[in-house]
């Protein structure tokens, strides 16, 4: 997941990731966002100066006398986007990335009053009277959707009602934000372990990881049920008896703290969704994506389970006859023995090892690799600008041309750091304006390397990742040239956001592709193709398991928001669901719900990943498998998918880019035969 989707959840009406620089907006096009080092003090203001910039846009449409037109009223309510969004990301980004702590406190304070703003103007009604009032009929396409986008925002949103429904609404909004956060912190702090009385209880671990974990002076061994601990006992722990007692705990953590809160924040989001005119909150929250209603999601995921059925079986079928090579009668697979098992069948089947293609992978190589992949592609070149001056001395920055002319910029903060946000996402610095400004965004990772005399090797699983974000970060890039800065950038429905990025992982796996860059660190020699093929087989083993997982967590999280609180019953669901979907019987005593904290970010939405998985699989169609780096496919995809932003319908885009409608033809080969 990249963090663009998280932002769309929380800046609800005003969606865009979006930025701009006093600088550039003076100079009229090109300065970049980080042209000093500020400190955190001249930092906060030149935010705060853009939040009264933003005010006062606002006053000036709301004094407007007479008729409204675009001139009057949508200039200057996009002028008010403009700044808030600068301001909104470029203090987002700092509070995840500034190495001082105090810098970074100073951004998330700046955060929260942009983020109070957008939910004042979001039920300001007078605003949305007054862009109600436009006459949009002479308007072109663009400006005519983006009207009627920020119309039906502004509705969803709930400006329309009366004020005591509004007060209520905001009340409401502001009572969810606490128990959303209620919900993590209960997650976060549950710190409940493991203890293992003998060593031998450890036996087919690797031998660092027992290393790491020595017995106490009462000979006890402690294990958290965090990844670095949980993970490698799920796939490698012999002792059957361990794994399942870890599969208990991990699998209750939160409980039963959580039990309450998500009863609560099942019972105020259905209480929002009614009050703005919903009978679900399911149907409030599909209202604005591609699929439109819950009862759509639903027959998505119906559909997936359906299509699911056949390989989910195959494998569980090898699974358990692996299994009966060390229980002779075994009848079933449970849940804390699919990993173990699966990893059994890899080695044996696939004859695969994950550290194997590693030597491959240096990061400047990749780093490379992507940058002239994508540009060859897409038909752009990518310069360093030396000497930036950034917020960490190893942040790098880049400048993208297209025929010698500048068009975006971006920044690489790609290595870890005390402080520094722990996963891999794009965040936006600012959304390009057509004669305005060009786009600015960062990719923030945490890979190995940008060390002196480390190679920095990183695994496939990193390499795919960064394909991913700097899908993101293109996306951004290419969708920058529009009038408005309201329907540019990623400004595109949720449930299609990760299309373009999912569609970018395929190029890493094809062994001309990696070839062009992935050699070894030492002798210089390309990756062979039989190990990319290797990788691959041994890659898609489980697929069909790993789906209906994923329908697991899309069923629940649909289901407990579609219907009345009162008939939510989590447990119920839970192994309801878990029964119907996958073949390990449901372990009882467990509440993997509760430690679940998608149902509050996502909430009702969790279907999207498999949702924009199966158009990403149906446009990667088009591309010609023997020559990933053809251009040609690539240039239409570009100017018909990426670069119109959120300026039509994510379905129109990919209709204009397919020639129909999408389909599941590819996502049904992919899994039926594997890419
Ligand atoms: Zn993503």
């Not at 663009?4 to 966002?33: C, N, P, Q, R, Y």
């Not at 917020?391 to 290595?415: A, I, P, S, T």
């Amino acid at each position: 997941m990249g963090k663009i989707s998280l932002m769309l959840v929380l800046a609800g009406v005003l969606m865009a990731v979006l930025g701009v620089s006093d600088e550039a907006l003076a100079k009229g096009d090109d300065a970049a966002f980080w042209n000093a080092r500020p400190d955190a003090a001249t930092f906060a203001r030149v935010q705060e100066e853009r939040v009264q910039k933003a005010q006062a846009a606002l006053d000036r449409l709301l004094a407007v006398k007479g008729k409204r037109t675009l001139q009057n009223t949508l200039a200057p309510y996009d002028e008010v986007l403009l700044y808030l969004d600068a301001a909104g990301q470029q203090a987002g980004l700092m509070q995840e990335v500034h190495p001082d702590a105090a810098f970074r406190s100073t951004a998330e304070k700046i955060s929260q009053k942009v983020s109070a703003f957008s939910t004042d103007l979001s039920l300001n009604r007078a605003v949305y009277d007054a862009l109600s009032a436009i006459d949009t009929s002479g308007a072109d396409a663009e400006t005519r959707y983006y009207v009627e986008r920020t119309l039906r925002d502004f509705r969803l949103a709930g400006v329309d009602k009366d004020e005591a429904t509004r007060r209520k609404i905001k009340a409401l909004r502001d009572e969810l934000v606490l128990i959303g956060q209620e919900f993590s912190r209960n997650i976060r702090d549950d710190k409940r372990t493991v203890t293992v009385n003998d060593v031998k209880e450890l036996e087919g671990l690797p031998a660092d990881y027992i290393e790491r974990h020595k017995p106490g002076p009462d000979g006890k061994i402690t294990l958290t049920i965090d990844y670095p601990d949980s993970l490698p006992v799920f796939s490698y722990a012999r002792n059957e008896a361990l794994r399942k007692r870890m599969y208990i705990a991990y699998n209750n953590r939160a409980f039963p703290n959580n039990m309450a809160v998500l009863d609560r924040l099942i019972a105020k989001r259905h209480e929002l969704a009614n009050l703005i005119g919903f009978k679900t909150w399911a149907d409030y929250i599909t209202a604005d994506k591609m699929v439109q209603t819950s009862k759509n999601a639903s027959t998505f995921i119906d559909r997936i389970v359906q299509a699911s059925t056949a390989r989910a079986e195959r494998e569980y079928q090898v699974l358990l006859k692996r299994k009966q090579q060390d229980v002779k009668d075994a009848k079933n697979i449970n849940a804390w023995e699919f990993s173990y098992y699966s990893e059994l069948v890899r080695k044996a089947s696939y004859d695969f090892d994950t550290q194997s293609v590693r030597p491959y992978f240096p990061y400047d190589r990749v780093k490379q690799g992507v940058l002239d992949v994508t540009g060859k592609l897409f038909g752009v070149t990518f310069k360093q600008v030396k000497d930036a001056p950034v917020w960490n001395k190893d942040v790098e920055c880049y400048e993208m041309f297209e025929n010698g002319r500048l068009v975006g910029r971006f920044y690489l903060d790609m290595h870890p750091r005390e402080g520094k946000y722990s996963h891999a996402a794009q965040f936006g610095v600012r959304t390009g304006v057509a004669g305005k400004q060009i786009p600015e965004a960062v990719l923030v990772c945490n890979f190995p390397g940008g060390i002196a005399g480390d190679p920095g090797l990183m695994e496939h699983d990193d390499v795919v990742t960064f394909f991913h974000e700097f899908g993101h970060l293109l996306h951004t890039l290419f969708a920058g040239r529009h009038k408005w800065v309201g329907i540019g950038g990623i400004s595109t429905e949720q449930d299609f956001v990760e299309a373009p990025s999912q569609m970018l992982e395929e190029w890493t796996w094809d062994p001309t592709v990696l070839q062009s860059f992935a050699r070894h660190y030492k002798t210089n020699e390309p990756i062979p193709t039989e190990l990319v093929k290797q990788m691959r087989r041994a890659a898609e083993f489980g697929e069909g398991l790993r789906v209906r997982r994923q329908m697991v967590y899309a069923r629940l999280s649909l289901s407990i928001y579609d219907r009345e609180p009162g008939k939510v019953n989590t447990d119920a669901l839970v192994k309801q669901i878990t029964e119907q979907y996958q073949p390990f019987p449901f372990v009882e005593d467990t509440h993997f719900q509760t430690a679940f904290g998608h149902l509050d970010g996502y909430s009702a939405v969790y279907y999207t990943y498999m949702w924009s998985l199966v158009i990403a699989k149906d446009m990667f169609s088009q591309f010609d498998k023997a020559n990933m780096l053809a251009p040609g496919v690539a240039k239409l995809y570009r100017d018909r998918v990426l670069a119109p932003g959120g300026s039509k319908p994510a379905a129109k885009l990919v209709e204009d880019f397919l020639g129909r409608p999408f389909n599941f033809e590819a996502w049904q080969k992919w899994l039926n035969e594997g890419s």
